[in-house]
T-cell receptor
Framework: SAVISQKPSRDICQRGTSLTIQCQVDSQVTMMFWYRQQPGQSLTLIATANQGSEATYESGFVIDKFPISRPNLTFSTLTVSNMSPEDSSIYLC????????????FGPGTRLTVL | DQQVKQNSPSLSVQEGRISILNCDYTNSMFDYFLWYKKYPAEGPTFLISISSIKDKNEDGRFTVFLNKSAKHLSLHIVPSQPGDSAVYFCAASGAGNMLTFGGGTRLMVKP
């Protein structure tokens, strides 16, 4: 298993500003993922962040809006840039611990509200 | 400490038989439970949910059972089909609607 922490746990931000969410894992992992869960919707994968390479973004998500850093095997950040109320959501990071089992562990999430 | 646990990392079932995936939780404040299904290289997609005021919810071949006293829920798939092969996550939420996920169980349905 893996213990994952996220900072901040929640924030209320003004339109047009940016917020950086941190994800810390207690063990070294190769693959980290960033998800969004908008109210009443399922999880949506934003991007996959592998250490030492550029993040891979899913359709509908771009690096200018959601820049991601992955400086080492235990840490990643997701920035939500130039925020609008539509960005209000819960953002979760997750890690793949066992590639053979294809199982993932999720962080506690960051609740973002944009006014 | 994990508040939501899926103790079986994998499960293998014959096509046509029943698949039972289990999930245990520790936080008695959880009042809503969900199952997600994940295919390789995709994000999890919502499958079925249950409120803590119920003990069973059925949707086609999928049934979720909740035992609050045991803090246990299970997902039954019957009959199982090869297309059901995926990783299944259980998740729980309480006040604030933040989700807490289990680690997942990989289901393999053999033809």
């Amino acid at each position: 298993s893996a213990v994952i922490s996220q900072k901040p746990s929640r924030d209320i931000c003004q339109r047009g500003t940016s917020l950086t969410i941190q994800c810390q894992v207690d063990s070294q992992v190769t693959m980290m993922f960033w998800y969004r869960q908008q109210p009443g919707q399922s999880l949506t994968l934003i991007a996959t962040a592998n250490q030492g390479s550029e993040a891979t973004y899913e359709s509908g998500f771009v690096i200018d809006k959601f820049p991601i850093s992955r400086p080492n095997l235990t840490f990643s950040t997701l920035t939500v840039s130039n925020m609008s109320p539509e960005d209000s959501s819960i953002y979760l990071c997750s890690v793949e611990v066992d590639r053979a089992a294809d199982t993932q562990y999720f962080g506690p999430g960051t609740r973002l509200t944009v006014l | 400490d994990q508040q939501v646990k899926q103790n079986s990392p994998s499960l293998s079932v014959q096509e046509g038989r029943i698949s039972i995936l289990n999930c245990d939780y520790t936080n008695s404040m959880f009042d809503y439970f969900l199952w997600y299904k994940k295919y390789p290289a995709e994000g999890p997609t919502f499958l079925i949910s249950i409120s803590s005021i119920k003990d069973k919810n059925e949707d086609g071949r999928f049934t979720v059972f909740l035992n609050k006293s045991a803090k246990h829920l299970s997902l039954h798939i019957v009959p199982s089909q090869p297309g059901d092969s995926a990783v299944y996550f259980c998740a729980a939420s309480g006040a604030g609607n933040m989700l807490t996920f289990g680690g997942g169980t990989r289901l393999m349905v053999k033809p």
